[in-house]
């Protein structure tokens, strides 16, 4: 009896099989390159940019959250006392953004109580972080 066809042993489908999966190794690995090669330097620049704007807003408010739970406790506040703390928070950007700024400088608390208008407290933990005292 005359079988006519194609053959193929285990050993050659071994073969075949080990040259496929190098081949598409080969393929995934050369996307990957050709992929890293074609992101714009200026992508990963202004990733790093959002980064650091990121971790700065991070401090100011671990600077914020220190600030209110050192504040006393006040059960009913006045309309006043909620409009104070409403302009506080608006314009503190700045003021703490400041703050930071000269603390990392070498600034002392005395300094940041005269130049920014912050309370003692505020000046002395914003002093405290950012002299290393404080790694939160």
Not at 86 to 113: F, N, T
Request: hydrophobic share 45%; net charge negative; with cysteine.
């Amino acid at each position: 009896m005359d079988k006519a066809g194609l053959f193929l042993t285990w050993a050659q489908l071994l073969y075949i099989g080990v040259v496929l999966v190098l081949f598409y190794v080969a393929e995934l690995l050369f996307m990957w390159f050709r992929h890293r090669k074609n992101t714009p330097p200026h992508i990963v620049q202004d990733s790093s940019a959002r980064i650091e704007a990121l971790e700065q807003e991070i401090e100011l408010l671990k600077i914020r959250v220190a600030a209110i739970s050192a504040m006393p406790r006040v059960n009913n506040p006045s309309s006043s006392q909620i409009d104070e703390l409403s302009d506080a928070a608006e314009s503190g950007d700045s003021l703490y953004a400041q703050a930071i700024r000269m603390a990392q400088s070498g600034a002392d608390a005395p300094k940041l109580v005269d130049e920014c208008g912050l309370s003692r407290a505020e000046a002395d933990l914003i002093v405290a972080i950012y002299h290393g005292v404080y790694k939160g």
